[in-house]
């Protein structure tokens, strides 16, 4: 493997586990779409809110970078779904930044709309944001209606590669029940994180025992969409590419014999498996146990990277065009220049620093429990 091909599998590499840190933090909308179902009081809500409240700049951020490094990484990809798929990326965008507005003002003197109004945009973003990130992650697996013609380069100052092929522009994907059944499958784990995360940060026994009870529900219907969309797609024909000619072909039970071929990936992927039913199940089996969040965290980061390198490495087209199939886009035709990719891998050594300051702030973030006394003074920021 060539300087250029390792950086290529880098990168995506990089994006991905950015993809996976992005879905662990979803947490935030989970919890956001429990408010009204878990707190029957107006303290209890209170709580609820101010436990998600401390992490949402977190989710947000790592919105921005997981699209950021995309774009520097994989320009193609993002020109392509970003700008052609836009109203789906829209409405995502849209339903996160209802999500900041209400954190800030529900609280706000001379607020006309009310408290309560705000709350229910804090859960229509729990509900939409998974969810339709979930439907866009499946259709790496799934395939997108696009075409991609490069040729057009050479047509003006302003040449357009790609087009989307229906005037959908991404709410397509909501057609596919494959796409829905990962966004449910998505949905449901960030209200199984939120649960776990509220468990662990919130003191409050008639609270903490509706969680548990609310915790069974939502695992398993987790598991039913989750492992219905994994069976499906290590069944079904992949998008594979010819290393030699970069053609595109359907391949039977590609993802399947991607992960068979990495086995790397596979351990990667089994072990995140584990550590997911690991938190939920000590959580629901266990009486007083507060860490599951922890345990499902870590798993959830390490099931959604090998999900994603199934998706991206091992000749594998990452983002397959159902309307032509040569327009299917890999990480070799779609990357960045090899100067680009190493300027950028040089800067994304900060990592590291970055990740150690998040857990640094969320350990000091957390150190102080959530109690029904703390939202009777005036210290709580919701």
């Not at 303290?43 to 774009?71: C, D, P, Q, S, Y």
């Not at 969409?225 to 797609?233: E, Q, S």
């Not at 071929?261 to 938190?279: A, D, N, W």
Request: glycine share 10%; charged share 10%.
């Amino acid at each position: 493997m060539d300087t250029y091909q390792f950086l290529q599998h880098y990168w995506w590499l990089v994006v991905s586990l950015l993809a996976s840190f992005l879905v662990f933090l979803l947490f935030v909308q989970g919890g956001n779409s429990l408010i009204f179902a878990l707190g029957k009081t107006e303290e209890e809500r209170k709580m609820f809110i101010n436990a998600t409240g401390r992490k949402w700049e977190f989710t947000f951020t790592t919105l921005v970078t997981f699209g950021g490094a995309f774009f520097a990484s994989f320009p193609l990809f993002y020109s392509t779904s970003f700008g052609g798929a836009y109203w789906l990326w829209m409405i995502i965008l849209f339903s996160f930044v209802l999500q900041a507005v209400s954190y800030e003002f529900q609280n706000k003197s001379g607020n006309l709309l009310g408290r309560k109004a705000y709350q229910v945009f804090l859960v229509i973003n729990g509900v939409v944001g998974p969810l339709l990130l979930g439907g866009a992650v499946a259709t790496f697996f799934t395939g997108s209606a696009f075409l991609v013609n490069k040729e057009n380069m050479l047509g003006g100052p302003m040449p357009v590669i790609s087009h989307w092929a229906n005037g959908w522009h991404g709410l397509d994907a909501l057609a596919n029940p494959w796409n829905v059944v990962m966004g449910l499958a998505v949905f449901f784990l960030a209200r199984v994180l939120g649960i776990l995360y509220a468990l662990n940060v919130i003191v409050d026994k008639e609270l903490n025992t509706r969680c548990r009870h609310k915790l069974m529900i939502e695992a398993v219907l987790f598991l039913l969409f989750f492992l219905a969309f994994l069976v499906r797609t290590l069944l079904a024909d992949g998008y594979a590419v010819n290393p030699v000619t970069q053609e595109v072909y359907m391949e039977s039970y590609k993802y399947l014999h991607n992960f068979l071929q990495m086995p790397g990936v596979l351990i990667v992927f089994l072990i995140g498996v584990v550590l997911v039913l690991s938190g939920m199940g000590l959580t629901v089996f266990r009486e007083g146990f507060r860490k599951g969040i922890w345990f499902a965290g870590a798993g959830t980061v390490l099931t959604v990277l090998g999900l994603l390198l199934c998706a991206g490495w091992n000749h594998t087209a990452y983002y397959p065009s159902t309307a032509d199939l040569q327009s299917s886009l890999t990480i070799t035709n779609s990357s960045s220049s090899l100067f680009t990719l190493k300027v950028m891998a040089y800067v994304s050594l900060l990592v590291p620093v970055v990740i150690g300051y998040i857990f640094y702030t969320w350990r000091i973030m957390d150190k102080k429990k959530i109690t029904a006394e703390e939202m009777k003074g005036k210290g709580h920021a919701y």
